[in-house]
């Protein structure tokens, strides 16, 4: 080329930046430093997960030695192929595009979707004829958790007995919702019209963070469950605590509490066993007392916040299905004192 | 028209513009937009089977009767020859004759518009037994069957319109008639989907 | 505007004066409404593409603002949703898809040295439609009345019982009113591909930026019946009562699903295409050299084209469905990366054997290959399904999706808006203001984006308005929305740079580049027939070959001048062989008539006015009627048998 152009003030010569192969090494650093305490799908607490987290740490590996070619030969033109001689040249290396491009991601994928066929087969397994099933049913924006044969329900949290596959029935009342807790299992959507199954294992006692991960509407962010897996005893005292009815008041102040709770408004839609109050618009709340947080994660389960949660839901938790209630202000501290007392 | 534009329109280029060489632009983009349709329809079919076969059970579902098969065999003996006279027509016009254009599509019209009056009576008559509402059968059915009727009512207006700008003159000839073959193809397209849509509604639900 | 003179015109004067006669549109009212020139056309799809682009932005701004504190209380959880539903909506149907339609628009005509899109006027009806839909979609943000169902819009959560009010149908028609554009628009992209090109020009020596652009077009034409009929199901359902997607009454929820991506996944290489096409396109000015194994890339795109069809159930791997189907699904979407990985290895290989001419066109490139392989790799661990099950829905999956689409889409974008700039303006911009924008985007994007990679494996879902302090999860959100507001520095820099170049960029000579397609052979900016002679092509580079530069100037023949009247050549499909010449539509308001009365029919239907929507509807067939209607002429020229 001969004309004039643009072309003839090449910028000066610098060494390019690695940026690419420092992130890499920032992703890894932070990967291993930084997975404790969270809901992490690295930090494993039962097989589904742990099989889904090594075949990630295959992947990243892969990718990340895929990303280091892709970057060396990125910067080695970037560095040694730079110019002010601008003629057009010619030349086809047919061979190495082929090679690079198309014969070596060909090994690679095929290695890769074997490992991944074995771990969906592995997932699709499930649990054992007589494994114990949980039925949970999920609803803008909560979860009900039932045990097939027993005439109780819990919100919101779910027990296993640790290393026993446990089955999970999935149905959602509504709209689609997904069942996720990434320490134990990967996700199976809740279809509405239908029944989807999974199950949950858990190697080591503790509690486990779950949330819906379907977009499900206004408060989709709110719709967290906790999974607790117990030694096998103490989940037997859990179905027999859903089989029985609620704690009776002990107190005057209870009394009159539960008193205010069957006879408002509260009993039109929520549950309390024993008492007579057994609609199902909103959670069954024979347990509320012990439960990890009210209104599905929106916040922590004390004394404060369950006064405003009666009062006000919508303050709290903003186009929840449960209105503001009509409580008068002196039967507020009974009601709160009976629901704490359910245990 | 300005005479410069005339003179243009005059040169020998013009003249020959539209003498067969290779496809027009109009042809290829009627054949793209018939696509695509057909892909729509497609779809809507692929719908059909996909919930009758997910739904399971009987089909139709919710007490419907299986169609009956009487009329839409009429429709279809109306519809599909309805091709025939605009075949003529097109190769008519071809050749320059603007009679066998006129008298192919006011054939053509005739036996469109006898088919959407017989889809009137049917659904006077089906509205009886279910409607657009009653379960997804009823949806699936007046909504595939509407919207090609609604495809047939569009064929129809393109070729009255052909019809009104042939009988003005000075419209159509040997050498100018892209857009009568592009209504041609558009109504060969209706023709066809019909077929489909005879299997997938009346004759399927047989099976 | 510069008017530098045109290389060597192998018009005379007087040829020039009369195609300035035929093809010139003088400044006015009528004209800024009625041109059909795709030059204008284009340019007019780039700029509003960018300020949807603005608006979808800056709705993530205020997300990742939100986000950035656990627990915060800046946007309500009906905003947020609002929101996110529309800045997704909008950076796909209304950023993504038409500002590369923008740059169709603009260079196709131009790359096959023809002078004008085969139907001029169905593209200026195209930029209204699109226009109108756009401005219908957010005008429904103001009111509170957007779509607020996520961008693919999942039923049974969008039907009447879930969503009352208009914001899903504001969506659903929104959606199904702007498709008419986008078929339109295909349709012309593929004609036009298929008989414009100019005389020589055979299948193997068209760009791989053209052949990018109907492979999407194709795509689009395959695509785009499944998001509508799944569109007008939903409207159906929602209004009418009817009962497509109602589990109670026969209907199945998946089918939307099913039908969202059937058009949804070939939709975002629909996205990807023409953005890797201009990667083909940029890539050989700054490396001194042809692109790398033309036919593997041709190959490569159309069997993304086709493979693309094949894939849609990787979006609902958790769905339940049998596993039968996704090993099946999941095969499919393993294979398909390997197209990717040949264009990637084949522009390596062109970096690697050229010369290296450090540009900010080329700092772009570079931001694509390093953002994007990263995205791609994400990719293909999703493809198993086993994998997938655990990210998918959560943030994971955001950083995926926008690494591909911010590398795959938008970095070349900014390339093509920094390459194309002198061609479309006359004005060169600014190097040192380009390397800045570019420096703080790249920087943006990352430090944006990765982190997401992390929030999504400690376990946070996607779509969520605020979060509980989980460890891992505060953090990494605050260095993201950090990086979103880098990343809108950078975005700002680049429009400071397109504004400056404008109102100060020294003149851009035809060819600043010595690019190697035709458009570097015309005058920055083309004048509006574009070439003064209509090129005989001899090569893939037509520009860097003497004789089809010579057949533009001292061997000009007057059959490829052709300056009486508005015309241009037809050339056979495959081999581009001479086939004759054709008049050429003049500028007329038929094409915004018809968008208007298209817009009333939308908003009618929108508000419930049933009548006023047939009216519309009789107005549209009445205008179609009107544009199409037949010139008279003698008998002699029409041909007429007695
Ligand atoms: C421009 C858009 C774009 C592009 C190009 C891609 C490219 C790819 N995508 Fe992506 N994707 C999206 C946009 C895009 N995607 C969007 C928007 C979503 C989310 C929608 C939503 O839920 O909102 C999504 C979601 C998505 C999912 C579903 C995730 C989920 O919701 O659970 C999956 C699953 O398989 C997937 C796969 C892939 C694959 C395999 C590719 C491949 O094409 C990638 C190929 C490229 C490379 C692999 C890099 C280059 C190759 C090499 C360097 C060779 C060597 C490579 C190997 C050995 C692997 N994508
Ligand atoms: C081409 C597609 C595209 C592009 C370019 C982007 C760009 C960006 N996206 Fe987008 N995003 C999507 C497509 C895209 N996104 C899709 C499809 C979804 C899914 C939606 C759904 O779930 O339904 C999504 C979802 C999504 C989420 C997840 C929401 C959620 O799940 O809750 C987030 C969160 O951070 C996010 C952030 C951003 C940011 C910060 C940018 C930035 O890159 C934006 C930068 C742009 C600007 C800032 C505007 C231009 C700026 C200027 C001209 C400068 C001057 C202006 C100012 C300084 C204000 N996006
Ligand atoms: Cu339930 Cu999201
Ligand atoms: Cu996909």
């Known amino acids: 080329m001969d004309r004039a152009h643009d072309l003839e003030h090449p910028g000066r010569r610098r060494p390019s930046r690695r940026v690419g192969p420092a992130l890499v090494v920032a992703a890894v650093l932070t990967l291993a430093g930084c997975s404790g305490g969270s809901p992490s799908t690295l930090d494993p607490g039962g097989t589904g997960a742990a099989r889904i987290a090594d075949l990630w740490w295959v992947l990243f590996w892969i990718s990340a030695a895929v990303f280091a070619e892709v970057m060396v030969l990125l910067v080695w033109a970037l560095v040694f192929r730079r110019g002010r001689d601008t003629r057009v040249r010619h030349g086809q290396p047919l061979r190495f595009v082929a090679i690079a491009g198309a014969g070596v991601p060909l090994v690679?994928?095929?290695?890769?979707?074997?490992?991944?066929?074995?771990?969906?087969?592995?997932?699709g397994a499930g649990p054992g004829r007589d494994a114990p099933t949980i039925e949970v049913t999920g609803h803008k924006w909560w979860w009900e958790v039932r045990v097939p044969g027993i005439d109780g329900a819990t919100a919101n949290e779910l027990h296993i007995p640790v290393g026993e596959r446990v089955r999970v029935r999935l149905r959602t009342a509504d709209v689609l919702h997904s069942f996720w807790v990434p320490q134990l299992m990967p996700k199976t959507d809740l279809i509405a019209g239908e029944m989807r199954e999974t199950w949950l294992h858990a190697e080591r006692a503790g509690t486990y963070r779950g949330q819906c991960a379907e977009y499900c509407g206004t408060q989709h962010a709110h719709m967290a469950l906790q999974v607790i897996a117990e030694p096998r005893s103490q989940f037997e005292a859990w179905l027999a605590r859903l089989a029985a009815p609620a704690r009776q008041p002990t107190t005057e102040a209870e009394r009159r509490g539960q008193q205010a709770f069957v006879q408002g408004s509260c009993a039109g839609c929520h549950a309390i066993r024993g008492t007579g109050a057994d609609a199902r618009v909103g959670p069954d709340l024979s347990d509320v007392g012990s439960r990890w947080s009210i209104g599905a994660g929106a916040v922590p389960n004390d004394a404060g916040h369950l006064g405003g949660w009666i009062v006000n839901p919508q303050t709290v938790k903003p186009g929840s299905y449960m209105p503001p209630q009509p409580v008068d202000a002196q039967r507020l501290p009974d009601l709160i004192a009976y629901l704490r007392s359910l245990e | 028209m300005s005479s410069r534009n005339l003179?243009?329109?005059?040169?020998?280029?013009?003249?020959?513009?539209?003498?067969?060489?290779?496809?027009?632009?109009?042809?290829?983009?009627?054949?793209?937009?018939?696509?695509?349709?057909?892909?729509l329809f497609a779809c809507l079919l692929g719908s059909y089977f996909y919930l009758r076969f997910q739904h399971g059970g009987e089909w139709p579902p919710g007490g419907i009767a299986q169609p009956k098969l009487l009329r839409p065999l009429v429709m279809t003996a109306v519809l599909l020859p309805s091709s025939l006279p605009m075949i003529w027509a097109d190769r008519g016009i071809r050749r320059g004759s603007r009679r066998r254009l006129r008298y192919g599509l006011v054939a053509t019209i005739l036996l469109g518009t006898t088919f959407l009056v017989l889809q009137a009576t049917e659904y006077a008559e089906l509205f009886h037994?279910?409607?657009?509402?009653?379960?997804?059968?009823?949806?699936?059915?007046?909504?595939?069957?509407?919207?090609?009727?609604?495809?047939?009512?569009?064929?129809?207006?393109?070729?009255?319109?052909?019809?009104?700008?042939?009988?003005?003159?000075?419209?159509?000839?040997?050498?100018?008639?892209?857009?009568?073959?592009?209504?041609?193809?558009?109504?060969?397209?209706v023709d066809a989907v019909w077929a489909a849509i005879l299997f997938t509604i009346y004759l399927s639900p047989r099976l | 505007m510069s008017t530098t003179t045109a290389p060597s015109p192998g018009a005379g004067q007087e040829d020039l004066a009369r195609l300035e006669a035929h093809w010139g549109e003088r400044a006015s009212l009528r004209s800024w409404f009625s041109t059909v020139d795709h030059k204008r056309i284009g340019r007019r799809y780039l700029v509003t593409a960018s300020l949807f682009f603005v608006l979808a932005g800056t709705s993530a701004l205020a997300m990742r603002t939100q986000l950035a504190r656990p627990e915060s209380n800046l946007l309500s959880p009906e905003e947020y949703n609002q929101l996110f539903t529309m800045h997704g909506t909008a950076m796909i149907f209304l950023f993504a898809t038409p500002m590369l339609f923008g740059f169709g628009n603009y260079l196709v005509p131009l790359m096959i040295g023809s002078r004008d899109m085969a139907f001029p006027k169905l593209n200026a009806f195209g930029y209204w439609v699109f226009l109108f839909a756009g401005l219908f979609m957010w005008a429904s943000l103001p009111f509170g009345a957007a779509p607020n169902g996520g961008w693919f819009a999942y039923v049974p959560l969008t039907d009447d019982r879930n969503t009352p009010g208009l914001h899903m149908d504001v969506y659903t028609l929104g959606l199904l009113f702007l498709g008419i554009a986008t078929t339109a628009g295909s349709i012309n992209f593929i004609v036009t591909a298929l008989k414009l090109r100019a005389p020589g020009m055979s299948l193997n020596r068209v760009p791989l930026f053209v052949w990018a652009i109907v492979a999407t077009a194709f795509m689009v034409i395959f695509a785009l019946p499944a998001l509508n009929l799944d569109n007008a199901m939903l409207f159906l359902d929602r209004r009418f009562g009817t009962h497509f997607f109602d589990p109670e009454a026969a209907g199945n929820v998946l089918l939307w699903q099913h039908l969202f991506w059937i058009f949804g996944h070939p939709d975002v290489y629909i996205i990807v295409m023409p953005a890797l096409g201009i990667v083909s396109a940029v890539l050989p000015a700054f490396t001194r050299r042809g692109v790398v194994g033309y036919v593997l890339i041709v190959l490569a795109i159309v069997s993304i084209a086709i493979i693309s069809f094949g894939v849609w159930v990787h979006h609902m791997f958790a769905t339940g469905l049998p596993h039968l189907s996704y090993s099946f699904f999941s095969a499919a979407s393993t294979i398909i990366t390997i197209p990717s990985?040949?264009?990637?290895?084949?522009?390596?290989?062109?970096?690697?054997?050229?010369?290296?001419?450090?540009?900010?066109?080329?700092?772009?490139?570079?931001?694509?290959?390093?953002?994007?392989?990263?995205?791609?790799?994400?990719?293909?661990?999703?493809?198993?399904?086993?994998?997938?099950?655990?990210?998918?829905?959560?943030?994971?999956?955001?950083?995926?999706?926008?690494?591909?689409?911010?590398?795959?889409?938008?970095?070349?974008?900014?390339?093509?808006?920094?390459?194309?700039?002198?061609?479309?303006?006359?004005?060169m911009y600014h190097e040192g203001l380009g390397k800045w924008a570019f420096?703080?985007?790249?920087?943006?994007m990352q430090v944006a984006f990765f982190p997401m990679h992390l929030s999504g494996l400690f376990g946070m879902p996607r779509r969520v308005y605020t979060y509980r302090d989980e460890p891992g999860w505060d953090v990494w959100n605050m260095v993201s929305t950090i990086g979103a507001y880098i990343l809108a520095v950078g975005l700002l820099l680049v429009l400071i740079g397109v504004v400056h170049a404008i109102r100060r960029g020294r003149p851009a000579p035809p060819d600043p580049w010595c690019g190697d397609t035709l458009e570097w052979s015309t005058e920055s900016p083309p004048r509006p027939y574009n070439f003064p002679v209509l090129p005989q092509v001899h090569s893939l580079h037509p520009t860097w070959d003497q004789p089809s530069r010579s057949s533009?100037?001292?061997?000009?023949?007057?059959?490829?001048?052709?300056?009486?009247?508005?015309?241009?050549?037809?050339?056979?499909?495959?081999?581009?062989?001479?086939?004759?010449?054709?008049?050429?539509?003049?500028?007329?308001l038929q094409p915004l008539l018809l968008a208007l009365a298209m817009l009333v029919f939308f908003t009618a239907m929108l508000f419930a006015w049933y009548p006023f929507a047939v009216a519309a509807a009789v107005a549209v067939a009445v205008i179609i009627a009107w544009w199409l209607w037949p010139p008279r002429r003698p008998e002699e020229e029409l041909g007429v048998a007695r």
């Open chain 3, 341 to 427: 990985g040949i264009q990637i290895f084949a522009w390596l290989a062109t970096m690697m054997l050229g010369r290296l001419v450090v540009r900010v066109p080329l700092l772009f490139l570079v931001g694509f290959i390093v953002t994007f392989v990263l995205g791609g790799l994400t990719g293909a661990m999703f493809a198993l399904t086993a994998f997938d099950q655990q990210v998918t829905d959560s943030y994971f999956v955001v950083a995926h999706f926008h690494y591909v689409l911010i590398g795959g889409a938008v970095f070349p974008i900014l390339a093509a808006i920094y390459y194309w700039l002198p061609k479309m303006t006359g004005r």
């Open chain 3, 439 to 444: 420096w703080l985007f790249f920087t943006g």
């Open chain 2, 129 to 189: 037994e279910f409607t657009l509402t009653t379960n997804a059968y009823g949806s699936l059915f007046f909504v595939i069957t509407g919207f090609h009727g609604l495809h047939v009512l569009i064929g129809l207006t393109m070729l009255s319109w052909l019809l009104a700008a042939a009988l003005r003159g000075g419209s159509f000839g040997a050498h100018r008639h892209d857009r009568v073959r592009n209504a041609a193809i558009y109504w060969h397209f």
């Open chain 3, 552 to 588: 533009m100037a001292e061997d000009a023949t007057p059959d490829r001048i052709l300056a009486d009247g508005r015309r241009t050549l037809f050339t056979s499909e495959l081999d581009g062989r001479r086939e004759r010449v054709v008049e050429m539509p003049e500028a007329s």
């Open chain 1, 108 to 123: 690679i994928l095929v290695v890769v979707y074997a490992l991944g066929l074995r771990d969906l087969a592995a997932l």
């Open chain 2, 7 to 39: 003179a243009a329109a005059t040169s020998t280029e013009a003249l020959t513009t539209e003498l067969p060489v290779g496809r027009s632009t109009g042809w290829w983009g009627m054949v793209m937009f018939v696509t695509t349709e057909a892909t």
